[in-house]
């Protein structure tokens, strides 16, 4: 298996649509541009409408930027009752035909909410266009979970631009060279051996996989198993310290005995002293009672250093696993499937 992970060859056969090369030059998103006209008006409270991979990067600001007013991620056909002309409502759907998005949209307007649409095209431009709603168009031809830091840019230009952050566009545009450098030791060319994405993938094999993070990676934590989701068609799942010790934890004790798992822990030097301790602590109560985890340590001297940095490297390891398991990582064709099913 090893040697199919150095193979440039068998690479090239199962990866057509080149996830690869799309991962690692991701940081090229962040020099996209886009224009906003802020409305000059009171913003109580900031509400996201999105799913999958088009919610993503509105977790992980959650996370990186400190708003001044509270943040909602809605990932559901229906908004909060507080939801009002004083909300910031941001639709955000890659392909623009998400339906819950679309549902919740309908209900943002109807309660005079502040609307902005995150789209590459659909019924959310036509919609935006036809009530004049400002609209950060993203460029078309990526699968929602690959487009993460256009998203990612556009709510910090919107942010911004509503005076909720200070120059977070320009934090985010100033790493793209610490993105690059992350990606050119994960790319295909870099044998296994020295290549710690393809190291990882070759432990998940075989394995339900189930990710680990404190609060801060949890944005990214959860990207990873959205990725090994739809990359890889592997089984996966997610979940966060502290609430992890409060009941997950005693289920790796007893059943099942046989465990056929990989545990993989997305730790950072940033979690408080507490969530550190819980980690360690965990490991040591749960030893040969589930399998070892597969510790990886964020790199970065901050948050958004840390976040781009895991975000990266996850990227990397569910491309790397869907090669293993013999599967092109870009068709998502079961899903399609539902959609198409669901809006007849």
């Known amino acids: 298996m090893v040697s199919m992970l150095d193979d440039l060859k068998y690479i090239h056969i199962h990866d057509p649509q080149d996830a690869l090369g799309i991962s690692e030059k991701q940081s090229q998103q962040l020099k996209v541009e886009f224009d906003i006209n802020a409305k000059q008006t009171t913003v109580n409270n900031v509400v996201l409408a999105g799913m999958g991979g088009s919610a993503l990067a509105g977790l992980i600001t959650q996370k990186w930027l400190d708003l001044p007013v509270p943040m909602e991620i809605v990932r559901d056909y229906t908004l909060p009752a507080y939801v009002s002309d004083a909300t910031l409502f941001i639709a955000s759907s890659y392909s623009g035909n998400t339906e819950e998005t679309l549902h919740a949209l309908v209900e943002a307007e109807a309660k005079g909410a502040n609307i902005i649409i995150i789209a590459s095209d659909g019924e959310l431009t036509k919609f935006a266009q036809d009530k004049g709603y400002p609209t950060l168009k993203l460029p078309v031809g990526y699968q929602p979970r690959y487009a993460t830091l256009f998203t990612l840019k556009a709510l910090a230009k919107i942010f911004d631009s509503y005076n909720l952050s200070n120059k977070a566009t320009d934090l985010l545009v100033s790493r793209q060279e610490f993105i690059d450098q992350t990606a050119a030791k994960l790319r295909p060319d870099v044998p296994t051996k020295e290549n710690k994405a393809k190291q990882i993938a070759l432990e ?43 009941n997950e934890f005693l289920g790796w004790t007893k059943q099942p005995v046989d465990k056929p798992y990989a545990v993989i822990d997305l730790r950072s030097n940033l979690d408080i002293e507490h969530i550190r301790k819980r980690f360690e602590l965990t490991e040591k109560l749960l030893s040969g009672l589930r399998p070892s985890p597969i510790v990886v340590s964020a790199e970065g001297s901050n948050l958004l250093d840390q976040l781009l940095w895991t975000l990266v490297l996850g990227d990397f390891v569910s491309l790397y696993l869907a090669l293993l398991n013999g599967i092109n990582p870009t068709p998502v064709d079961m899903i399609e499937e539902f959609k198409h099913e669901l809006a007849e």
Do not use: C, M, R, T
């Open 204 to 246: 998940l094999v075989g394995k339900s996989i189930v990710v680990y993070s404190g609060p801060l990676l949890y944005p990214v934590a959860y990207k990873w198993k959205i990725n090994f989701n739809e990359d890889a068609k592997h089984l996966a799942w997610v979940n966060q310290y502290p609430e992890f010790n409060h």
